[in-house]
């Protein structure tokens, strides 16, 4: 939330999910009416979301291809009504022709799984004045993958991802202050949950590196649910506590921008933990 203090006495900006798809690990089909979807985004803002997060293509393995035309015409009606009204609007999309629709309907953000791989659009971004969560992932596709891997050779990817990605950004005139940094987190790094719990320790690390702000999505990843054990081993319905408990630590080791499902439980825990903080 824009304004509010965050944990470790910094802004924390909430971004609020809504997914336009059919197949979404966590809410897949409630809002694939553009109505359904534009009234969820009301309620996420009214809640404390600083900024919707829309995406019109599911990036979880078994996510069924969608095509760039398919996330325009899902993106299209939901994206221009949110701007209408003043609503800062980020699209998820790793496509250049849907992240070109989304710079002239009037998106704050562009959100790419792939970080930004097309170098042919970099003039393009360049000139715009949308900042950019470039994404890193260990399959540096668009969906994330099952794979089984070790978390000290993840984070070194990490690195040497974003060494070349934030070099190839500012080469192109895009000031490192419009890059928001998003390190993966869940299957896109890994299938145990040891790398992203090396990354979430370790985020300052990447905050010191780069001088940009860093972005954490654990919002009810199933590793985080396997932390905690029990029903949200089990269910994705039952992490929102789960979700909770990561966001705060992401936030106090320098996190500045988390994109969540339920930003009213975040937006209240730190505001909670702040106030305790400064007594």
């Not at 971004?125 to 969560?133: G, N, P, T, V, Y």
């Not at 984070?155 to 419009?178: K, N, S, W």
């Not at 719990?197 to 396997?226: H, N, P, T, W």
């Not at 929102?240 to 966001?247: K, P, Y």
Request: glycine residues 10%; charged residues 25%.
């Amino acid at each position: 939330m824009t304004g509010e203090t965050g944990t470790d006495g910094g802004q924390v900006t909430i971004l609020g999910i809504v997914n336009l798809t059919e197949d979404s690990f966590s809410d897949g089909g409630r809002y694939l009416d553009p109505a359904a979807a534009i009234d969820h985004a009301l309620r996420l803002v009214e809640e404390g979301a600083d900024v919707i997060d829309l995406g019109a293509a599911s990036s979880h393995p078994e996510a069924r291809t969608v095509s760039g035309e398919e996330e325009i015409r899902r993106l299209a009606p939901v994206l221009g009504d949110l701007v209408e009204r003043g609503i800062c609007v980020s699209v998820d999309s790793w496509r250049t022709p849907v992240q070109r629709f989304a710079l002239t309907q009037g998106a704050a953000y562009l959100n790419d799984i792939r970080g930004f791989a097309d170098p042919s659009f970099y003039r393009e971004l360049a000139e715009s004045d949308a900042r950019l969560i470039a994404m890193h992932s260990i399959a540096r596709s668009e969906r994330a993958t099952r794979q089984t891997t070790d978390a000290q050779a993840v984070f070194d990817g990490i690195l040497a991802f974003f060494d070349e990605r934030v070099g190839a950004l500012a080469g192109a005139g895009i000031d490192r202050t419009r890059v928001v940094l998003d390190p993966g987190m869940g299957l896109f790094l890994g299938a145990d949950p040891a790398p992203s719990i090396m990354v979430l320790r370790r985020l300052g690390e990447l905050c010191a590196r780069y001088g940009c702000d860093v972005l954490v999505s654990v919002s009810r990843k199933s590793f985080v649910g396997r932390l905690a054990g029990g029903r949200a081993a089990e269910s994705v319905g039952w992490r929102d506590a789960a979700t909770l408990g990561a966001e705060l630590f992401a936030v106090e080791r320098g996190a500045t921008f988390i994109r969540t499902h339920e930003p009213r439980l975040l937006r209240d825990a730190v505001a909670v933990h702040a106030a305790l903080r400064e007594t």
